[in-house]
């Protein structure tokens, strides 16, 4: 456990590729952080309301570029929360373990000119993991985010 939360605090996604298992490792392996790469920011269609003729292919352009910065600046906060990351709780269940490890609030840089909305306010996240022993290794087989 300690090897894999050393790891998850720095998203080396070398050292935690190998204990993970099962459809745990597809998760891990479809998270954009543990490439060292930022969350993507999706955003809706861009309207060109703009009076001075510019056309829409340029806008989106724009919008694209945007948002490729935007990514960049938010990566930083990203790599800062799950460094923040503790251990809650952790213990044997059976012949497995369980621990629980929590990420504080996500930390929203200003950027000016640039109005960020959330579906849901950035808050801590509690993910809980479950291991198990197999050939002689521990790995993390199933995780779940709090809800």
């Known amino acids: 456990m300690y090897t894999y ?3 998850f605090k720095n998203l080396d996604a070398n050292a935690m590729r190998p204990l993970v298992t099962g459809t ?3 998760l891990f392996e479809a998270s954009e952080l543990f490439e060292g790469r930022a969350p993507k920011i ?4 861009v309207r060109n309301e703009a009076s001075d003729g510019t056309p829409d292919e340029v806008v989106e352009e724009m919008a694209e570029e945007m948002t490729r910065q935007l990514e960049q600046q938010l990566l930083d906060p990203y790599r800062k929360m799950y460094s923040q990351t503790e251990v809650v709780s952790g213990g044997y269940v ?5 621990f629980q490890l929590r990420k504080p609030a996500l930390e929203i840089p200003e950027i000016p000119d640039v109005e960020l909305n959330f579906s ?3 808050s801590p996240t509690d993910t ?5 022993k197999e050939n002689g ?3 993390i087989y199933e995780y779940a985010y709090a809800h």
């Open 94 to 98: 059976g012949d497995e373990f369980h």
């Open 5 to 7: 939360v050393e790891a």
């Open 128 to 132: 809980f993991f479950k291991m198990r």
């Open 120 to 122: 849901s306010p950035p």
């Open 42 to 45: 999706e955003i809706g269609k």
């Open 24 to 26: 745990a490792r597809e």
């Open 137 to 139: 290794a521990w790995l």
